[in-house]
Structures are given as C-alpha cells and as structure tokens.
C-alpha cells in the first residue's frame, strides 16, 4: 500500500499545498460522521498534519484519483463497490459504500488488532511467566546440583573417614597382636626369669645356709638355764622306724575318727530322716484311708488304691523292722511306698482342688439362677402394679372427664362425638366379632346338616331293612312260602303307601352297580361342593320325603349307600346315632 | 559395762594367757605380766631390746618375747620368774617367731625365708626345715596342735610338707596343685587342709590329712581370686571372700558351693534391717553431764553415737578403689564365724564401714551394720554369739541376736580403740589404743 501510496506523494507533490482547503472539507466529513460513539480510531492522524499534507484529490486529479481509489479498493478486494465518474461529479452512493466498507475493513483491523495486542501481552505475560519459571528452576537445579556436590563430598569425606578408620583399625588389630604376642613372649620370658630368679634364689639361699653352718655362727644359740619339762610330761622319744609306723598309724587314726564321726552323724541324720519319712507316710495313710469309701465312685482309682494300700502295709511292715537293719533294700522300699503315696495324695488333692473348684461354680450358678429367678418374679410383680396403675389413672381420668364434661357444651359435643367414635369403633368390634361368630356358627350349622342328611339316610335304610325283615316275617307266617318270590313286589307295593323312598330305593338295584362306578366320580364332587342346603336339613330331620328335590337326594342316597357297602363298623356307628336321633 | 584404768602398752603388745588368769604386756623393752581381774602386775620381765612380738605358750607357763631387730627371742617363765632362755639366730636374722602347740618348741623363721628353726625347750635341741614359701599364710596347726601344715616352694614348685608336732617327724609332703600357694588352713576337726592360690587365679585345694586331693574348686577365672578363707568352727562350711565381693561356702561333705553371699550397695529386702550408726552432737548440760564430768574428758568431748534402723531401701557407703594398684581395696578381706557356728560376720573392703552379718543357719543376710569410720577389727565372743569391733574412734560396738549399741569408753584421757581382744571366758575385752590398753569388762547379763 505504501508503495502505490508513496509513488503518488511524490509524483504530485504540488497539488498537496493547493487541495488543503477541499481536503480539508472532506476530511471533516469523515470526522463528524466520527463523531459518532462508535466510531473510534486509535491511529487517527493528526488533523493538523492531515490537511495540511495530505492534498490527495484535487479538482484536475478527480479522475486519477477516483481510478486510482479503485485500483485501491479493487486491491483491497472490495470489487463490488467501484466508484464512477460521471459528468456532474462523484456519484455518492458508491463513495458512501465504499467508505462504509473501508470503515468496517477498518474497524476489524482494528479488532484483530486489539486481539492480537491482548493476544501479544498474554503471550508475553506467558513469556515472562516461563521465563521466571525457568530461572527458577534454573535456581533449583542449581541448589541440587550444589547440595548433590555437597553430599558427594560429605560421602567421599566419609569414605575417607571410613578409610583411615579401617587403617586404624587394621593397626589397631596389628597392635593388639604384637601385643599379645610380645605380652606372651613377655610372660613366657618373666616366667623364665621369675623360675631362674628363684633357682638363683635358692641357690644363694642353699649357699648361705652352707656359709652359716660353715662358719659355726658363734651367735646361733640357745641359752636355757635349765631344761622344761615337756608339756605331756612324758620324755622325748628317740625317732625310730618304730616311731614313724606310730605316726602313720595315729594319722590314720585320727583320720578314721574323723570318718566314723561323719558317718555317726550321718547315720543320725539319715535316721531321723527316715523317722520324718515314716510319720509323712503314716499321716498320709491316715489322710487317705477315710477318703475311701467318697473315692468308690470311681471304681478304676479305688483298685489302684487298694493295691497300692496292700502294698504300702508290706512296705510298712518290713520298713518298721528294716528301720535298725537300714539296708539298702528296705530303704528303696520306704523311699517307693512314699512316693506312691505322695502321688495318690496329689491326685487326691487335685481331684479335691477340682472337685471344689466345680462347687463354686455350682454355687455361683446357682446363687445367679435364683436372682434371676428372684428378678424375675419381681419384674413380673412390678409389671402387674404398673399396669393396676395405669388402669387406676385411667379411670380417674376418665372419672374427671365424667365431672369436667357437663360444665362445657363444646368439649361434651366434642366428647360425645369422641364416644360416639368410640361407640362405632366398638361397635365394629363387635361387629366383627359378631361376623366371625356367623362364620363359625355357619361351619357348625353345614357340619350338623351334614350330619343330619347322613343319619337320614341311615334311618331310611334301616327303615328299608325294618320294612323288608317285617314283610319277610310276615311272608314267612303266611301259608304261601313258595310264593314268596313272585309276591315281593305285590308286598312291596303294598307298603309303598307308608315307605315310598325305601320302595324306590329299593326299586334301584339295578342302579346300584352304576351308582357304585359312579360314585367313583362323583363322591369328591357330590359331597363337599354341592352343600346341602337348611331345607334338606329340614326335611331330612324330619323326615318328609319330597319330590322336589328328589334327584339331588338320590345321589346323597347313593354315596351314602355306598358308604355303607363300604364298611359295616360305619353302619353300627350310624344305627347309634339314629338311635339319638330317633325321638325326633 | 566398766572400764579399767588406762595402761600403757607399746607396739599394741597386749596378750591375754590362754587359761585367762594374766594379761601380758610390753612397754618399751619390759614385759609386764597382770592378773586380768585386778591388773596388778604378777610379773615384771626386762628384754634385751625393743619388744616386737609376744606371745604366750598354750599352757600358759611361757611367754616368747621377740626382738626382729636383734635377731633374739627371749623366753620368760611364769612358774619360775628367774628361769629364762635367749635364742639368737644370728647374722641371719628373723622375721618371725611362735609356739609350737605344746608349748615346748619355738618356730623361728629366718630372713628371706631361708629356713624356719625350731628349738627346743626341753633338749635344746635344734632343727630346720628348709624351703618354707614366704606367703599370706604358709603354716598352720591343728587345733589339737598334732600336727603342722607348711608351705614349701622347691624347683619353682609348690609342696606341701605335714609334720607331726611331737617329734617333728614329717609325715607327707606332696606337691600342691597351685601355681602360686598363698596360704593354707587347717579344718578345726584338723583332718582337711584347704590350700589356696594367690589372687591371681581362684583356685581352692583340698586336701585330705594323708595327702590325698579331695576336691578342688574355683569359681571364675581370669579375675583377681581368692582374698580370704575361714572354716566354720564346726568343719562343715568352708567360706571363701574373693575380690568380686562374694562370699562363696563350700560344704564338707560334696565340697561344693552350697550358697553364695552377695554384697550389694542397696540393700531392698525389707526382710534385713540396716542398723547405721548415728552421731549426736553432745548437749553440755542435761542429766548425762554429770557422769561425763564423773568419768573425764574421753568421752566428753567425742559425740554420742547410737544405732538407727535405717528405712529400706538403704545404700550404703562405697568407696571407689583404684584398680590400677596392688592390692586394690576390693573385695572380703576378713571373714568370722561365731562360736557356735549360727552367725557369720564379713566385711567389704571398698565397703569399710559396713560389717555384714549372716544367719548361717538360714543361710541368708540378717543384718548390716554401719558405721561412721572404717571398721578397724571384729571379734566374737569365744562363748557366746557376741561380737564386738572398733572403728578407731572411743567407742566399742557391741552387737548381738537382741540387738546393737556403741559404748562410749568412760576412760580418763583420749583412747581410740585400735583393736580389741576378747578373753576366754567372754567377761572381758581388751581394748587397745595404739599407746595404751584398758580392759572392759562386761556386765554379767549381758
């Protein structure tokens, strides 16, 4: 831009100072549009210096600039918006649009280039950031590196150290070394010295003896005025070989006193030994004898006892008369039954040790169970107090209420409606009560039908029977015996009148078969589901045959007949029922 | 208790006779012999020199008064004052002198331990024994004075010779199993000889009277060992105070350690008691003055003292010895048996102030007495278990079973009881300044 820019200044650097005035007009036009808030330029020229220099277009140069803007904004990429010359001048449309998108262009110039400011001074806060950063860090390695250096030498300081140690030490060992050998030499040598010393010692000693005996130390003497007695009285003895046997002899002596004493009080003391052994055993005997029969319980202790108490009374009986004698034998023996017995009086006593050890416990458990017991029936009592008291407050209070209640409508409304609540609620109580009292009594009523219906039958079968017995008894009285088969059914017609159901039961054999496959299928059916209903009950009470519902009847009738096949115990337990039944 | 008057002594020279009539002292050159109950002098005998040594013979008829310096003993009788015997040994000198049990032979050992002389009394007769080894203790009698253990050293070896004293017979002579005997002691039944090493090494010998090796024992090794041995006086224990202050007792029958006896600084067994001696600054004036003033100015001037029992734990005074030294002040030096063999008394060297008492029959402590001043001697009573010992100050500690208590010597002049001797009978101690003597005689109940 500079270029074409420059090149323009300098070609026409006259017209500069004769289009001030009209630069100047234009370029106010610009600035009061810029006057506008949102129009803002930080790189706005100094107005002073800008109509004085720059004098771009002039009157004669109108189409050269206009061409040359073109060329400008074409450049610029602003293709669209070309200014054009016409006769009358400057067509102000374009020239607004192209200002407008020269202005736009400009502004964001202007905002990359605020971005790219901001941008610049994150980039360079980032910068200085890293920069300190880095010199910091540059910091810290260098104080690792000087404290790396540092301990280096501290460690080859030590080495050196550990160095000159071991050489001490290595000296040192040396040194002890030398010096034991030179302390043993030393000894070896002063042991050698010490003997020649003495060797020399004695010899001058032997040497001076020789001397003094020599020379007949007039000195060396005793003067005694007259000569003393011996102590014993007796005279000095000449030395004989008689004399030394004597010595030898009374050493001996002496020696053998020495013996016979030690031996006396040993003996003595063994005795008395013995004598405290002895009474231990007889106490223990007489510790353990009673316990006797309470250890019979177990009967593999009792016989070891029992051995052992044979053996022990040998023992005591040969150690009583071995006690003078002290041979080695007996002693074994007394020293065997004490040891013994010492072990029986050690189980024994653990066997108590343990046995009073399991009392405490009894008692202890014991003494728990009865506090818990005891608490028990306390917390039982208490409980019942509680709850008297509580039913006593209750009362009260609802005596109080009682009182308190006449003296206000609205807590008696509210009150009535409270009992009025309390009223259904117990009326629903009972209700329930009452539905659950149905409900059973309905149970019991179906059972008792039930049962009805079956004593029914039964009485109807055993009025078949009655009816069939008479007539064959009747039959039998009859002249006509061997009539008796074709006249049955006559007979039975003729009682139909009184007992129909049984004629028609009777009339059913054929049936009885079919009802038997029958029942097969139909008694779980028959029997629980299809309940019978008041009126059966009725009418099976009371006997009324009816036609109504004949054909339910007859498939009771048939189960129950079938029952009856089934077994006769059934049958005899009806008949005695029927036979309660029968007043009715 | 009463006190004598103060007599002079020298070089503490002051003898009780062994039957108990006289009390036989030295002062200077002159011997002097009293009746103990009166102390009038019986006796008064001149020596040729300085007394050293004095001692009685066991009949009491003799005394033997020796004279190192000179080389001279002198022999005085109480029978017959003008009889009288010298022995002079000569340019070899002596170094020391004693009886044989009859009373009738003088043992004199030569300087340098060349040889020991005996002499004799009744034939003037003459006899050597070479070779005796110069220890702690390398001669020793039986307590029936039959016979005569000595320690010999020959060829850098140690022997041990056992004469019989009647004629001085030898009647065994063995090598001993020592590197270096120190010393050796009789059992009282006189039938065991027990035989110790130097302190170099713990090693105690026993030895039968034939010479026969009964048993040995030692308790640790490479550690300064045995400092002082005692027998029981019934035989039965053989008690052993070594320098790691133990007490170790060896029994007669297996010879070996039946118990050990500690001696710690604290002692917390609330079980023992601790009796510490505590002094009382003297209150002039009060009711005791007047028998102060009565009996002059010893006791006037030094501070009452009494027994308290101490509150357990108690710690006791311990001084540190120097190890580095000879002969450190370390360890049981000294060791006592009462006479009925119950109690046992024994002293700590780096604990010099603090005499430990023993219930042998318990075989456990009993009772720890301590005092203001190192113990100088303890001694028990011949008859009863009774012991008195000294401190070096004017007070005689009397302990027995009942109890304890410090007297107050009630004499004329300062008397720092040095040492002391019981006599015989128990009636009576001497008690022994380092110039003088007085007797204390004990109150019949006590």
């Known amino acids: 831009m500079g270029d074409w820019w420059t090149p323009a200044m300098m070609t026409d650097p006259i017209l500069d100072t004769k289009d001030l005035s009209s630069i100047s007009g234009i370029s106010i036009s610009p600035s009061r549009q810029n006057s506008l808030p949102s129009l803002h330029s930080t790189m706005t020229l100094p107005k002073t210096s800008y109509s004085v220099l720059s004098a771009f277009c002039t009157e004669e140069n109108v189409s050269q600039c206009i061409t040359y803007i073109n060329q400008e904004v074409c450049s610029l990429g602003l293709s669209g918006v070309s200014l054009e010359c016409n006769s009358d001048g400057l067509n102000a449309v374009p020239v607004l649009n192209l200002l407008y998108e020269l202005v736009q262009l400009h502004r964001k110039a202007q905002r990359t280039l605020q971005e790219l400011e901001s941008q610049q001074l994150k980039n360079e806060s980032d910068v200085n950031h890293l920069q300190h950063n880095n010199s910091r860090l540059k910091d810290q390695l260098e104080h690792a590196r000087r404290e790396n250096s540092g301990l280096h030498e501290g460690e080859r300081q030590l080495q050196l150290k550990i160095k000159t140690l071991q050489n001490c030490l290595k000296s040192e060992k040396e040194e002890v070394q030398k010096l034991q050998s030179i302390i043993s030499s030393r000894a070896t040598q002063y042991n050698h010295d010490t003997k020649r010393k003495e060797r020399e010692c004695t010899k001058l000693k032997e040497r001076l003896n020789q001397l003094l005996m020599d020379k007949r130390d007039k000195k060396l003497a005793i003067e005694v005025s007259n000569y003393v007695g011996r102590s014993d009285g007796k005279r000095g003895l000449w030395k004989t070989g008689k004399m030394e046997a004597r010595h030898e002899g009374e050493m001996y002596k002496a020696l053998l006193s020495d013996y016979e004493s030690r031996q006396r009080s040993l003996m003595l003391e063994n005795s008395e030994l013995k004598k405290v052994l002895q009474h231990m055993k007889k106490d223990m005997i007489s510790i353990l004898s009673p316990k006797k029969p309470c250890v019979k319980t177990e009967p593999a202790e009792d016989s070891l006892e029992q051995v052992a108490s044979e053996g022990e009374e040998e023992t005591t009986d040969s150690s009583r008369e071995t006690l003078e004698q002290s041979c080695e034998q007996a002693r074994e023996q007394l020293t065997n039954s004490i040891r013994l017995q010492w072990r029986k009086l050690k189980s024994h006593m653990e066997r108590l040790d343990s046995q009073a050890s399991l009392v405490a416990c009894q008692e202890r458990e014991s003494e728990d169970v009865i506090s818990r017991r005891e608490h028990e029936e306390e917390m039982q009592r208490m409980r019942l107090e509680v709850q008297q008291c509580k039913d006593f407050i209750h009362m009260q209070q609802q005596l109080l209420q009682d009182m308190s209640s006449p003296c206000d409508e609205e807590t008696a409304a509210l009150l009535n409606d409270c009992y009025t609540l309390e009223e259904k609620e117990r009326l629903k109580e009972e209700w329930r009560l009452f539905n659950e009292q149905k409900k059973n009594f309905e149970r019991e009523r179906r059972n008792f039908t039930e049962a009805a219906i079956r004593l029914g039958h039964e009485r109807k079968a055993f009025e078949d029977d009655r009816a069939a017995w008479l007539k064959t008894q009747f039959l039998n009285m009859t002249p006509f015996v061997d009539r008796k088969r074709p006249a049955l059914p006559e007979t039975q017609s003729a009682l139909s009148v009184s007992t129909e159901p049984e004629a028609k039961i009777q009339s059913t054999p054929p049936l009885l078969t079919k009802s038997q496959s029958y029942t097969a299928f139909s008694t779980p059916k028959a029997a629980p589901v299809k309940m019978p209903s008041t009126a059966d009950l009725y009418r099976s009470l009371r006997l009324i045959p009816e036609s109504r519902s004949h054909g339910r009847r007859q498939s009771s009738e048939t189960l129950d007949k079938s029952r009856l096949r089934h077994g006769s115990a059934d049958c005899s337990v009806f008949s005695l029922v029927r036979d309660e039944n029968s007043p009715i | ?446």
């Not at chain 2, 004469?163 to 030898?170: A, E």
């Not at chain 2, 009925?340 to 010099?352: G, H, Q, V, W």
Request: with cysteine.
């Open chain 2, 1 to 446: 208790m009463n006190f004598s008057d103060v007599l002079k002594q020298s070089n503490q020279l002051c003898k009780i006779s062994p039957d108990g009539k006289y009390v036989a002292t030295c002062v200077q050159y002159r011997l002097m012999v009293r009746d103990i109950i009166n102390l009038q002098i019986v006796h008064l005998y001149s020596c040729l020199d300085q007394v050293m040594h004095i001692e009685w013979s066991s009949d009491s008829m003799f005394i033997l008064c020796a004279m190192y310096k000179r080389g001279l003993v002198q022999v005085w009788s109480l029978e017959q004052p003008d009889w009288h015997c010298k022995i002079d040994e000569g340019s070899i000198g002596l170094v020391s002198s004693r009886w044989s049990p009859d009373g009738r032979h003088i043992l004199n050992t030569t300087e340098f331990h060349l040889r020991i002389t005996v002499w004799s009394l009744c034939t003037k007769s003459v006899s050597y024994i070479k070779y005796p080894k110069a220890c702690q203790k390398g001669m020793d009698f039986t307590s029936d004075g039959r016979y005569m253990a000595l320690a010999e050293r020959r060829e850098c070896k140690d022997y041990i010779s056992v004469f019989v004293c009647d004629d001085w017979h030898l009647l065994r002579h063995f090598e001993s199993e020592t590197q270096d005997l120190a010393g050796l002691e009789w059992s009282p039944n006189g039938c065991v000889l027990a035989v110790w090493d130097s302190c170099l090494e713990y090693k105690i010998l026993l030895y039968s009277l034939d010479g026969r090796l009964l048993s040995s024992y030692s308790a640790y090794e490479w550690s300064l060992g045995i400092k002082s041995v005692t027998w029981s006086p019934s035989s039965q224990f053989l008690v052993i105070g070594s320098y790691d202050e133990k007490v170790r007792i060896l029994n007669h029958i297996t010879w070996k350690k039946i118990k050990e006896f500690d001696h710690p600084g604290t002692i917390n067994n609330c079980k023992k008691s601790v009796y510490k001696e505590v002094e009382q600054t003297t209150v002039v004036g009060g009711d005791n003055l007047s028998i102060h003033q009565l009996t002059a100015g010893n006791s006037l001037f030094s501070p009452k003292s009494k027994y308290e029992i101490t509150p357990l734990p108690a710690q006791l005074p311990v001084i540190k010895p120097d190890l580095d030294r000879a002969n450190p002040k370390i360890g049981i030096s000294a060791m006592a048996f009462s006479s009925d063999n119950r109690y046992l008394a024994t002293k700590n060297d780096n604990m010099p102030q603090s005499l430990w008492l023993w219930d042998m029959q318990k075989l456990c402590l009993l009772t720890v007495l301590e005092h203001t001043a190192p113990i100088r001697c303890f001694i028990w009573d011949p008859s009863r278990p009774r012991l008195a010992l000294c401190t070096g100050n004017t007070k005689v500690y009397i302990w027995s079973a009942a109890g304890c208590l410090s007297v107050n010597l009630r004499v004329e002049g300062i008397f720092q009881v040095q040492s002391l001797l019981w006599h015989p009978s128990g009636s009576s101690i001497v008690l022994l300044s380092k110039e003088q003597f007085c007797i204390c005689y004990m109150d019949s109940e006590d």
